[in-house]
């Protein structure tokens, strides 16, 4: 659990910082306190993200929320237990702001998580959900989605981009030129 009033002191950490590098924890229990955090979360979230996840705002805890439009979902301790498709999709990050790339995700999952009761659901997704998903359980796996980009002449940055710096040395240290 975060500290008391962790809250108060919540921003969202970028890339280049050691937390989104590290596989999350998993939750042991869900708790009022968590439920009360991810909530407290969407403000973070929104308005131009559609998911994030904990180690984004400095927690290792295995746990994202996101909204493509049906409102909060929260998501613990996730598991794809299937994938199935493939496509191509322009993807963006709060923690890598201004910068986008095509990647490839599974165009269907079947997820295995804890919901906000701390129920143990297994649900299927698809498409954009589906994409959401992935892309949030790579952040609890110490993944961003510039780590699977195929081909850097796709990745598009946007002018004043205050990760760019540090986006050329990720991409650089896997043998590739931006």
Not at 62 to 70: H, T
Not at 86 to 91: D, G, Q, R
Not at 149 to 158: A, C, G, K, L, Y
């Given at each position: 659990m975060p500290p008391s009033g962790?809250?108060?002191?919540?921003k969202i950490v970028l890339i280049g910082s050691p937390i989104l590098r590290q596989k999350a924890k998993p939750i042991r229990k869900m708790?009022?306190?968590?439920?009360?955090l991810a909530e407290s979360m969407?403000?973070?979230?929104?308005?131009?993200?559609?998911?994030?996840?904990?180690p984004q705002i400095g927690l290792s805890q295995?746990?994202?929320?996101?909204?493509?439009?049906?409102g909060l979902h929260l998501v613990a301790n996730p598991q794809i237990l299937e994938r199935k498709g493939?496509?191509?999709?322009?993807?963006g990050c709060l923690s890598v702001p201004g910068v986008y790339a095509p990647i490839d995700r599974a165009t269907e999952i079947t997820l295995s998580y804890l919901d906000h009761t701390g129920k143990?659901?297994?649900?299927?997704?698809?498409?954009?959900e589906a994409r959401v998903i992935q892309h949030e359980l790579d952040h609890l796996q110490g993944m961003l989605f510039v780590d699977r980009?195929?081909?850097?002449?796709?990745?598009?940055?946007?002018e004043g981009s205050p990760v760019a710096a540090v986006l050329t040395q990720t991409i650089k240290g896997k043998g590739q030129e931006l």
């Open positions: 962790y809250t108060d002191h919540m708790t009022r306190e968590l439920v009360h969407e403000d973070f979230m929104k308005p131009t993200g559609v998911g994030l996840a904990a295995a746990f994202f929320i996101y909204d493509v439009g049906e493939s496509a191509s999709a322009e993807e143990r659901r297994i649900h299927k997704y698809v498409d954009f980009i195929t081909d850097p002449s796709t990745i598009s940055v946007q």
